[in-house]
């Protein structure tokens, strides 16, 4: 019967493993930034199309009635279209599906991806939340499982809502928050450290590289005591 190992070679085991898988974590974080920064600067320049250089084209007032209903209107015919005959059918029901879950197929990536950037481009959509967790998702899951297969795929979607949800905010303390309560079935056994270590690094990845993108999605601003 062999003997346990040593508590110092469990700790250095311990180490090695979270520096080992910290590569592929910070590259997540900064792939599922640029990601979210592409889809962002996508479906800007179809709003500033929609809202502004279409209608001044066609001499039309973009803050009436009708070219809000209208435009509405043919937003939500779009998306329907994709959803209904586009391959992946735009992904599953956001409302149906836990919080990262099992990844997509790469296929599907097109059909989420133009109905995400129509639904925030035409103003039926508040944001690209679910969405682009389904395309990192998808996306990581290929690339990491290519560049480091030792990685377990669930490690590969926690960690992609992670790096998602730091460039989102533009820090990593949002995910900290969100994987407190789950980090339990990211990253195995042991110390809560341990356990958060890894979706800390790919939510700080994700957070930097969108600042030095040029921002992030959600701005929240602190106020000093008398300013506004």
């Not at 290519?146 to 995910?175: E, N």
């Amino acid at each position: 019967m062999s003997e346990p190992a040593p508590e110092g070679a469990l700790d250095r085991n311990r180490v090695r493993t979270l520096i080992m898988l910290a590569l592929p974590a910070i590259l997540i974080g900064v792939v599922s930034a640029l990601v979210l920064f592409a889809l962002d600067e996508l479906s800007r320049l179809l709003q500033h199309l929609i809202w502004e250089n279409l209608p001044h084209a066609v001499s039309a007032d973009p803050g009436g009635g009708w070219w809000i209903f209208g435009t509405l209107t043919l937003t939500g015919l779009a998306v329907g279209l994709i959803v209904r005959f586009v391959p992946g059918h735009a992904g599953p029901d956001s409302a149906a599906v836990e919080l990262g879950g099992s990844a997509l197929p790469l296929g599907t990536v097109p059909g989420v991806a133009a109905a995400a950037v129509l639904g925030l481009a035409g103003g039926v959509s508040l944001g690209p939340e679910n969405p682009i967790i389904a395309i990192n998702t998808a996306i990581l899951t290929v690339l990491i499982g290519r560049l480091f297969s030792r990685v377990p795929a669930q490690l590969v979607v926690g960690l992609t809502v992670a790096g998602t949800v730091g460039a989102l905010f533009g820090t990593p303390v949002a995910a900290a928050l969100l994987f407190t309560g789950l980090a339990g079935s990211m990253a195995g056994g042991g110390a809560l450290f341990d356990r958060l270590f890894l979706p800390l690094a790919a939510a700080g990845a994700g957070a930097v590289t969108m600042t030095l993108l040029g921002g992030t999605l959600l701005t929240v601003r602190a106020a000093r005591h008398g300013q506004p």
